[in-house]
C-alpha cells in the first residue's frame, strides 16, 4: 500500500508534508501576514459581525469579496474542470477542452457555514463557525471515482479563510488567488487524499473579468425576496499542473492541462424557509457550470421542491469576447431523457438532458453515470457531481463542463 509522503512527493507536493510548494510561493509572505495581524487581533481569520437574516445587496468590490463572508449562514467556493494529458492534441488557447476528450475530471469545493449558537464563545474554539471539504477526481477512462471530504472548526492554521481575498485552506487542500495577467485573478489549488489514492496540483488563470451571476451578483433562488444568494463566477480557466494516482502498490504522476470552472456563492437563504412541503421551499438543485469550445460560457440551474416541482430556474451566457452576460432568470426548462440509479444510495438522477433557453436548445449528457459521491460522513448526503458534455440540439458537440445534482437522494440541510 503507498503510503502518503510518496504520493505527495510524486507531486513535489512538501506543504502536505511540511514546507509549502512553489505554486503557493508568490502570495506566501502577504498571505502569512494578514493572517498573523488578523489572528493577534482577535484569535480569529474572520471574526463574524452580529448575525442578520438580511442578506447584503451592495455593490460587490474586488478583491475582497473574492474573501469570506462569515455574517453568512453558508459559502462555498467551488472549483471544478477537465483535464487533458500535456502530451495530447494541442488545444486552441484558453480552453484545454476544445476538440478532444478529456482525461479526467476534478472538483474542489469549501464551505464556511456559520452556527448560530445559543450562548457565544468568545474564543476560537467556539463551533459558531464550520468548514467542510469534498475533493473528487473523476477518470474517464477507468469511469471510477476517487473522493474525499474533511470537517474542521473554523479559525485555525488548517482550517481558515481571509476576508480580503481568496485564501481558503481545510487541511492540506488550498484555494488561493492572486492578481494574474492584466490584473486578472490567478488561482492555485492544491488538493490530496492519502485515503482516496490522488493529488492534484494546479494553477489557474482567468480570461475575463469575474462573471456577476444574476443581477450584478445577485442571484434569485425563488419567489421569496431575500431567497438568493450572491453569486460570482470565474469561468473558462485555463492553466496546468500535475495529478498522482495511485496504481495498485505503486503511483504515477501525470502533467495535465486544464479548462475550469470556479463558483463563489453566499446565502443565508438559499432554499428558502419552512416545512419542506411549503411552495417556496427548495429541497436540492440541478446545476451546470458549462466551458463551450468558442470561449463562451453557460451556466444553468433549476431549484426543485419536494414533489420534483420547479420553483425558480435561472443560468447566464456570456460570450468569449465578454460583454454583458445574457440573464435567464425563470427561462430556462430542463427536460430529462435518461436515468441511473445509484446502487449506494438507490437514488434516481438524470444523466442525459434536453434543457431550452434563451439562447437555444442545449443537450447534457454524463461522460459516465456512476459519479455519484457519498458526503454523508460531511454534509450529510449524497449527492451527484461529474463531468458532463454538451452539444446543440442536432447533437455537435459545443463544450464540456460539470453537472451538480442533488436532493435526489434526500432534502439538502442546508
Known amino acids: 500500500?503507498?503510503?502518503?509522503?510518496?504520493?505527495?512527493?510524486?507531486?513535489?507536493?512538501?506543504?502536505?508534508?511540511?514546507s509549502?510548494?512553489?505554486?503557493?510561493?508568490?502570495?506566501?509572505?502577504?498571505a502569512s501576514g494578514a493572517a498573523t495581524a488578523s489572528a493577534s487581533a482577535s484569535g480569529r481569520t474572520s471574526t463574524p459581525p452580529p448575525a442578520s437574516e438580511t442578506l447584503s445587496a451592495a455593490p460587490l468590490r474586488f478583491p475582497r469579496d473574492h474573501g469570506a463572508h462569515p455574517e453568512t449562514r453558508v459559502e462555498w467556493w467551488y472549483v471544478t474542470g477537465v483535464l487533458h494529458a500535456a502530451s495530447g492534441a494541442a488545444a486552441p488557447a484558453g480552453n484545454a477542452s476544445a476538440g478532444t476528450r478529456p482525461d479526467f475530471g476534478f472538483q474542489l469545493t469549501f464551505f464556511r457555514v456559520r452556527n448560530d449558537l445559543k450562548r457565544p464563545l468568545s474564543s476560537a474554539f467556539s463551533p459558531d463557525q464550520m468548514m467542510l471539504g469534498h475533493a473528487a477526481i473523476s477518470d474517464l477512462g477507468r469511469?471510477?471515482?476517487?473522493?474525499?471530504?474533511?470537517?474542521?472548526?473554523?479559525?485555525?492554521?488548517?482550517?481558515?479563510?481571509?476576508?480580503?481575498?481568496?485564501?481558503?485552506r481545510l487541511g492540506g487542500w488550498q484555494l488561493r488567488r492572486v492578481d494574474g495577467p492584466g490584473g486578472r485573478s490567478r488561482?492555485?489549488?492544491?488538493m490530496a487524499s492519502e485515503s482516496a489514492g490522488f493529488a492534484?496540483?494546479?494553477?489557474?488563470?482567468?480570461?475575463?473579468?469575474?462573471?456577476?451571476q444574476g443581477r450584478a451578483g445577485w442571484s434569485r433562488k425563488g419567489p421569496d425576496a431575500q431567497q438568493a444568494s450572491r453569486y460570482v463566477s470565474e469561468p473558462q480557466l485555463s492553466g496546468s499542473g500535475r495529478l498522482s494516482l495511485r496504481e495498485g502498490g505503486s503511483h504515477g504522476t501525470r502533467e495535465l492541462r486544464a479548462c475550469a470552472w470556479l463558483d463563489h456563492e453566499w446565502s443565508n437563504q438559499y432554499l428558502g424557509r419552512g416545512a419542506d412541503a411549503a411552495p417556496?421551499?427548495?429541497?436540492?438543485?440541478?446545476?451546470?457550470?458549462?466551458?463551450l469550445d468558442d470561449g463562451a460560457s453557460l451556466t444553468l440551474f433549476r431549484m426543485r421542491g419536494q414533489d420534483g416541482t420547479v420553483i425558480w430556474t435561472g443560468g447566464s451566457w456570456r460570450a468569449a469576447?465578454?460583454?454583458?452576460?445574457?440573464?435567464?432568470?425563470?427561462?430556462?426548462?430542463?427536460?430529462?431523457?435518461?436515468?441511473?440509479?445509484?446502487?449506494?444510495?438507490?437514488?434516481?438522477?438524470?444523466?442525459?438532458?434536453?434543457?431550452?433557453?434563451?439562447?437555444?436548445?442545449?443537450?447534457?449528457?454524463?461522460?459516465?453515470?456512476?459519479?455519484?459521491i457519498d458526503t454523508r460522513r460531511s454534509t450529510g448526503f449524497p449527492y451527484w457531481e461529474g463531468v458532463a458534455r454538451v452539444s446543440d440540439e442536432a447533437g455537435?458537440?459545443?463544450?464540456?463542463?460539470?453537472l451538480e445534482m442533488t436532493g435526489y437522494a434526500g432534502r439538502v440541510p442546508l
Open 1 to 18: 500500500m503507498i503510503g502518503r509522503r510518496p504520493l505527495l512527493n510524486g507531486l513535489g507536493l512538501a506543504a502536505l508534508a511540511g
Open 20 to 30: 509549502t510548494p512553489s505554486v503557493f510561493a508568490r502570495d506566501r509572505a502577504r
Open 143 to 168: 469511469q471510477r471515482l476517487l473522493h474525499d471530504q474533511q470537517v474542521l472548526r473554523h479559525g485555525f492554521a488548517n482550517a481558515r479563510t481571509e476576508l480580503d481575498d481568496t485564501r481558503v
Open 187 to 190: 488561482y492555485a489549488l492544491l
Open 200 to 212: 492534484l496540483e494546479l494553477t489557474l488563470d482567468a480570461p475575463q473579468a469575474p462573471l456577476l
Open 280 to 291: 417556496d421551499r427548495a429541497v436540492g438543485w440541478d446545476w451546470l457550470g458549462l466551458n
Open 321 to 372: 469576447t465578454g460583454g454583458t452576460p445574457v440573464d435567464f432568470e425563470q427561462q430556462v426548462q430542463f427536460e430529462p431523457q435518461a436515468f441511473w440509479k445509484s446502487p449506494v444510495s438507490l437514488a434516481t438522477y438524470p444523466v442525459r438532458w434536453r434543457i431550452r433557453t434563451p439562447r437555444g436548445v442545449f443537450l447534457v449528457e454524463a461522460a459516465y453515470a456512476a459519479q455519484e
Open 396 to 402: 455537435r458537440p459545443l463544450g464540456w463542463g460539470y
